[in-house]
């Protein structure tokens, strides 16, 4: 009976393989192929992957806002992923929120090299201190709290970038 039991609980522990690659894909999205891996400022460096999208995008705000909205609803899974494998409410290595969130910063303006450079320190800024209303949203559960802070960064820096440019 014990043997029994034994092997019951670790075969229960094996992953089942459509769980296997849903892990790996949640970790691809979630960490932009492994960037958030990287162990200083995985957010800053998360951040710099949103730049080709944001010239391929040109400024086209139909193309912003699907991609952007695929993008938030990968993130989310992927974040609530994360948030329950390391137990922890905004795990660092998730940095599709950033990407998001610069990514979004352009729906009012055309990427220029200058507005690029002025507006990823404006969200690095923005991210990091997390000033209101950004601190609130930051504090919603799950992976809303690691999706919609960044998303909500983006929009200020979007209206920032708008009237600087």
């Known amino acids: 009976m014990f043997s029994y039991n034994v092997c019951y609980v670790l075969v229960k522990q094996i992953p089942k393989p459509h769980n296997i690659m849903k892990t790996i894909l949640y970790e691809l999205i ?16 998360g951040s710099l992957v949103a730049i080709p999208l944001i010239l391929f995008f040109n400024g086209k705000w139909p193309g912003i806002a699907i991609t952007a909205t695929i993008t938030f609803i990968i993130g989310l ?3 609530n992923h994360f948030i329950k494998l390391k137990n922890t409410p905004d795990p660092p290595e998730v940095v599709i929120d950033e990407i998001l969130g610069f ?12 507005n690029i450079v002025i507006g990823f320190l404006i969200f690095r800024i923005l991210d990091i201190i997390k000033p209101f209303p950004i601190n609130i949203c930051d504090k919603l559960p799950q992976g809303y709290g690691v999706m919609i802070d960044d998303l909500v960064a983006g929009l200020i820096n979007a209206f920032i970038l708008y009237l600087i440019f």
């Not at 979630?30 to 460096?45: C, D, H």
């Not at 990514?103 to 200058?114: A, D, E, G, Q, R």
């Open 30 to 45: 979630g960490t932009a192929f492994y960037i958030g891996k990287i162990k200083v400022a995985p957010g800053t460096f």
């Open 77 to 79: 899974l992927s974040a």
């Open 103 to 114: 990514f979004i910063s352009y729906i009012f303006v055309t990427p220029t090299l200058k």
